[in-house]
């Protein structure tokens, strides 16, 4: 009997090498690289006013235009911020402007959410071509009607009133139009099923659509806020009355007939910009998500 007897094969030892993360390429580096340069000096670009103008608010009248531009100044006038308040009602102008901007704020969301879900999750006749008629309203600009508003408001005597300027803003297609963009991203299977179990469309919507649209609702509200705070136009034609004047319209007292107190004017803005820097650190994270989502879906 003859044995098949076979040599063992030698096998080459197998090494698991850690599957770590895979490191990008050169050019994808340099290429990143380039593109954090490039966004740090457009940020840098956007800075710019805004520094000048803190610079600005801490020097004297004949330092602001000095040429070449001084960025530190010399010598630092805090006293502006304190004398801005006793110059001029800068408290009332700031309470007028926050009562204007919150109140016109609260109408924009709450119309313009009513209204969007009746363009976004009811069917009726004509629907789509409604929507696009209210919404082509934004193309006309406001010089176009602006003289047959004052007329209307002159007849109803609510010139030199806030309510005119509630009146005229509380209303815009611009936060249907984000609105209905957001709504139109939750499904209609979770609107059907509520209309199952009962629920009106009055309750629909203040039930299961504003708790759904928290992002887009900050969103409105932030860009109406900051809208109606830094208006100038409406609220020069309308008040008449020191009383009732913004914030802007309080800047324009530091302009005289033959000189401008600068400095003032520039403590003013960065005292103007503080509410609305703090309203958007208070819902950046919401504005961000609803700006994202309602320019995607739909």
């Known amino acids: ?91 009332a102008y700031l309470r007028n402007s926050a009562f204007l901007a919150i109140t016109i704020s609260f109408l924009q969301v709450l119309t313009g959410s009513f209204a969007a879900y009746g363009f976004a999750k009811l069917r009726f006749p004509g629907r789509d071509w409604l929507f696009l008629a209210y919404l082509a309203t934004i193309a006309v600009p406001w010089q176009a009607y602006m ?18 300027i509630i009146l005229l803003q509380a209303f815009g297609a611009f936060g249907v139009f984000l609105m209905r963009q957001y709504y139109q991203s939750i499904p209609d299977e979770l609107i059907e099923a509520a209309r199952i179990d009962g629920l009106s469309e009055y309750r629909i919507w203040w039930r299961i659509m504003l708790p759904l649209s928290r992002p887009a609702i900050a969103s409105l509200g932030l860009l109406t806020f900051v809208a109606t705070w830094n208006d100038y136009m409406g609220p020069f034609i309308y008040f008449t009355s020191n009383e009732l004047w913004t914030v802007q319209l309080g800047l324009r007292s530091f302009v005289g007939q033959y000189d401008a107190a600068y400095a003032m004017i520039m403590t003013g803005s960065v005292i103007s910009v503080v509410p609305v820097v703090l309203v958007f650190l208070l819902g950046q994270r919401h504005f961000i998500q609803g700006i994202a989502t309602s320019g995607l879906k739909g």
């Open 1 to 91: 009997m003859t044995a098949n007897l076979t040599a063992p094969v030698a096998r080459k030892p197998t090494t698991n090498a850690p599957s770590g993360p895979r490191r990008p390429p050169g050019r994808a580096r340099v290429r990143a690289a380039v593109h954090s340069v490039l966004l740090a000096g457009l940020c840098l670009l956007v800075l710019v006013p805004f520094v000048w103008m803190i610079s600005s608010s801490l020097k004297h009248d004949n330092q602001v235009f000095t040429v070449p531009t001084q960025w530190i100044p010399r010598e630092f006038v805090w006293s502006n911020y304190a004398d801005i308040w006793t110059q001029i009602p800068m408290l």
């Open 147 to 164: 003289i047959p508003q004052y007329l209307i408001m002159e007849k109803l005597g609510l010139v030199n009133t806030h309510l005119s």
